[in-house]
Structures are given as C-alpha cells and as structure tokens.
T-cell receptor, first 114, second 114 residues
Framework: DGGITQSPKYLFRKEGQNVTLSCEQN?????MYWYRQDPGQGLRLIYY???????QKGDIAEGYSVSREKKESFPLTVTSAQKNPTAFYLC?????????????FGPGTRLTVT | GESVGLHLPTLSVQEGDNSIINCAYS??????FIWYKQESGKGPQFIID?????DKRQGQRVTVLLNKTVKHLSLQIAATQPGDSAVYFC?????????????FGTGTRLTVIP
C-alpha cells in the first residue's frame, strides 16, 4: 500500500520549544516538499528536496529546518525562531524525471503552539 | 499580476446540479495544470490534470477545460454530490526553481446543498 504518511496528526507545543514533524513516503519519489497552510489560505512552500542530502529553501523557510538523510524521509523542524508556527503542515512527494508531475500529499499535521 | 488564482472564493450548488470552478493563470508558458480537492482537515487529493496541448480532459464526473487564449482553466463537476464539498485548488509548475515545484492558488470552497 503505497503512500505518504505524516505524524502526528495533531501536535501541541509551548512557545520556545523546537518541534519535529515526520514525513515518510514509500512511493520511491525523488522529490519531497513541505508546505504550510493557514486558515482559508493556499499552500506556501517551506522547503523542498530533489535528492538525498540536498534541499532548498522555499518561499517561507525562515524559522524552519529540514534534513534528507534517506530518500523516504523528509522531517521538518519548526524552531523557536518561527514567529507564527501554529498552522497546518503538509508534506508532499513527486517524481522528477520526465516532468512536470503531480505532487502526492500526506494527511497533514496540525501544529498548535501556545 | 495575478498568477494561478480563483475568481470566486466560495461556491454553493444544489445537490445534483453541475459545478464549475474557475482558475486564471498569468504564465502563458505554463504547460501543465492540476486540480486538487482538499477536504476539511485533510491533505489535498489529486483530481485531474491537463497538459497545454489539450483543450479538454475528462475524468469520472469531472472535466477540465483549458483556454490558452485567455489563460483560463475550469473544473466542471457533473451531478454534484455532498461528498464533493471541499476546497478546490488549481496548480501550475513553478519553472523558475528548475524542480517540480507547483504554485497553488488560494482555492475555491465548494458547498453542496442537499
């Protein structure tokens, strides 16, 4: 059963704490992406990665960090430097060769920071 | 100018009627478009895509129309059902990054009235 998973579904943290969101895919996709979605808004790109051990900043990378040590995994850390971290976070993956291609999305993690 | 965006942020239709969701884009070089459906609290789900060498593509109960002359895209849903209630996004490739990145519009919220 191929797909992309995110955990946890809901996450609560206190201000000043770093938190890491998990994203795993078993679709053998080269590229992975992290988006942030605020209520009533579209998707904004945080980071993306086209290959293991390499990643690039998206439009709103400040206050976030990522790693890509394995093809299947692309965790996102929301640091205490992120001023408004409460949001719905979406991970996606896609093929790269012969593109463009659709992106496949995970179920999302809703982060609440108080 | 407006990139991938929506003319109407909300749309309400009676169950059984047809729905039409519109999207405008500004990059005349875009050669691929995707429609996603996002139900409340979930990740976006691929509905249908279309390449620029086509004017129309049909899926199950959905049709996407592409008018390159006026840079307009529409998603038609036939015999709308309550399960179609969701936010619908159109997306196009972001070529400037050289990766398979997509730009998503704000979305249109479709509400089906029983």
């Amino acid at each position: 059963d191929g797909g992309i998973t995110q955990s946890p579904k809901y996450l609560f943290r206190k201000e000043g704490q770093n938190v890491t969101l998990s994203c795993e895919q078993n679709l053998n996709h080269d590229a992975m992406y992290w988006y942030r979605q605020d209520p009533g808004q579209g998707l904004r790109l945080i980071y993306y990665s086209q290959i293991v051990n390499d990643f690039q900043k998206g439009d709103i990378a400040e206050g976030y960090s990522v790693s890509r040590e394995k093809k299947e995994s692309f965790p996102l850390t929301v640091t205490s430097a992120q001023k408004n971290p409460t949001a719905f976070y979406l991970c996606a993956s896609s093929r790269l060769a012969g593109g463009p291609h659709e992106q496949y999305f995970g179920p999302g993690t809703r982060l609440t920071v108080t | 100018g407006e990139s991938v965006g929506l003319h109407l942020p909300t749309l309400s239709v009676q169950e059984g009627d047809n729905s039409i969701i519109n999207c405008a884009y500004s990059n005349s070089a875009s050669d691929y478009f995707i429609w996603y459906k996002q139900e409340s609290g979930k990740g976006p789900q691929f509905i249908i895509d279309i390449r620029s060498n086509m004017d129309k593509r049909q899926g199950q109960r959905v049709t996407v129309l592409l008018n390159k002359t006026v840079k307009h895209l529409s998603l038609q849903i036939a015999a709308t059902q309550p399960g179609d209630s969701a936010v619908y996004f159109c997306a196009e490739p972001l070529r400037r990054t050289g990766a398979n990145n997509l730009f998503f519009g704000t979305g249109t919220r479709l509400t089906v009235i029983p």
